[in-house]
DNA sequence: AGGGCACTCCGTATTTACCCTGATAAAGAG
DNA sequence: CTCTTTATCAGGGTAAATACGGAGTGCCCT
């Protein structure tokens, strides 16, 4: 059995030592090749034709998931293992869309990722079971996985609401019905699919809406 | 020469895997145990009488800090080197305050982690030079890290609030009263002069005590 | 010209958060 | 051994937020 060629892309070299270290017990897996950006992924690939990718999403100059992107239109048969630890819908939707191979987080155990590597290898996908999760969800709520986009009214109460204001306060502030604060505050925490504002102020800055 | 013993606390199955098997192949180490969040760390850390404990800031339950605070308090003797991916003034500082040994980042090479836990290890201390670098620049800004007297239940409340959980479900979680989840949310409230949780969770969050 | 969207507003009902006043036990600090 | 802090719990109350229904206006876009 010829060894699995693979290519690491990380920016940590802890990180990749790591790997080196644990993937290298396995005999069925060879590394040809490490990548600390993007760009020197760019280079690597073309030059080592390696049989997976390992790629870590937030690598500088060039992120991981654009570079896949990228390296896929010059040679669509290059197979991607996303290995991070992002867990947000936004990254594993571009990862999926772009045809990403594998989409695992870091805290995974080092035998799923031998399992991931190997179902790849042998023309398979292999994703996190919370990825599972993540598409199920979009699948029964119908609800589209790019979050809506808050609205500049609703984005004016948003940083009302995280200075502590109450509705009425806000109301007030703002010239309107209670009520329309009310629908700006329910329509929020609709589209960013949360339990309260609590939730609501969190994601929000999460999300880079709120600074 | 003794062995140094170390303990690993990262929530991460795959980079603890990777420094055991980096650190392994070193005979000047051996890992005496491994802990995924900061709770289980506490147990451990009693137990296996380390020389030094490699903690992540970010681990589940009760984060590295906060952990390291704790231990110290049971063994002043204990040492610890914090090893992340986080770069930002306020944790750099309240590890210095609550005297870390070390500071490293995750992007260094295992030959400088080897190096520090040396260091670590004959007595001195080792901290990254972008340390020194976030210490020139907060000396100036003068900016406010002192505001840490949230308590550490508090803290565990606090996080379930941002996770959008109501008081009547953190309760349930932790297996406490209503009431008593009713009055960590006040205290918290008072303590950081705010009107309400979405404003509680706002400040907290610029205050580094919630990620 | 019609469809979509943002913004506005309302009724009713339930749930939750917040405020005030307490109390007790445990544990650490001085 | 006090003094303080932390974590626990309680009654009784008001205010606010959330949930579930709608609906009208104006604006932009094709």
Do not use: C, W
């Not at 990722?113 to 599972?132: D, H, M, N, R």
């Not at 119908?142 to 995280?162: F, G, S």
């Amino acid at each position: 059995m010829d060894r699995i060629k693979l290519i690491l892309a990380d920016d940590h070299p802890l990180i990749r030592a790591g790997f080196r270290s644990l993937l290298g017990r396995n005999k069925a897996f060879e590394i040809v090749g490490e990548a600390e950006t993007g760009k020197e992924l760019l280079l690597l690939a073309s030059e080592k034709a390696p049989d997976i990718i390992l790629v870590d999403i937030t690598i500088p100059v060039i992120n991981g998931l654009d570079a896949m992107v990228q390296l896929k239109k010059i040679n669509p048969n290059l197979k991607f293992i996303i290995l991070t630890m992002h867990d947000e819908a936004g990254y594993v939707i571009k990862a999926l869309k772009n045809g990403a191979h594998g989409y695992l987080l870091k805290n995974i155990e080092i035998a799923e990722l031998e399992k991931a590597i190997q179902t790849v290898y042998e023309g398979g996908k292999y994703f996190s079971p919370f990825v599972t999760n993540i598409l199920a969800e979009s699948v029964n709520k119908q609800t589209v996985i790019d979050h809506e986009e808050i609205t500049l009214r609703e984005k004016e109460v948003l940083n009302l609401v995280a200075d502590g204001q109450s509705t009425k306060q806000i109301a007030a502030k703002l010239k309107i019905s209670i009520r329309t604060v009310e629908s700006h505050r329910l329509n929020m925490l609709k589209k960013l699919e949360v339990n309260n504002s609590s939730e609501l102020i969190k994601k929000a800055i999460d999300l880079k809406i709120l600074g």
